[in-house]
């Protein structure tokens, strides 16, 4: 089986990097971090926007606490049929399988059966990201 997260610590995340809040991957946005003060360590402040549902999210606490980070998968699929969702098929695999459309309207406008894409799994969720 493969693993869907590894451990970090909030200090080092940085804008653009993926950590898990509230069991849903997101996309740092933001980081601020205090110095330490007479009676505690330093504390770091990330906001980040969920990668498949946009919510925005933040996360509190000492830099030394420890949090999940996704492991992100990026795979190569063709286009099979697009109607309320966009049906793929792993060009390793050959395993069909039915996505949300993605959100960017370039990319929408692009998406026709037979053209090839980039996914990420994560967490057992698939996402198209890019046309190849």
């Not at 109607?83 to 026709?112: A, G, I, S």
Request: charged letters at 30%; a neutral charge.
């Amino acid at each position: 089986m493969l693993l869907s997260t590894r451990p970090g610590e909030l200090g080092s995340l940085k804008p653009g990097n993926l950590v898990i809040i509230d069991g849903e991957p997101c996309k740092v946005v933001s980081i601020e971090k205090s110095k330490p003060g007479k009676h505690g360590s330093a504390k770091a402040r990330v906001v980040a926007i969920g990668l498949f549902d946009g919510v925005k999210r933040s996360l509190v606490g000492p830099v030394d606490t420890h949090i999940e980070i996704p492991i992100i998968n990026k795979r190569s699929a063709q286009v099979v049929a697009i109607m309320d969702t966009v049906q793929l098929m792993d060009l390793e695999t050959y395993e069909t399988f039915e996505t949300e459309m993605p959100e960017d309207e370039k990319l929408r406008e692009k998406l026709e059966p037979g053209v090839n894409v980039e996914y990420w799994e994560i967490m057992g969720r698939k996402r198209i990201v890019r046309i190849k």
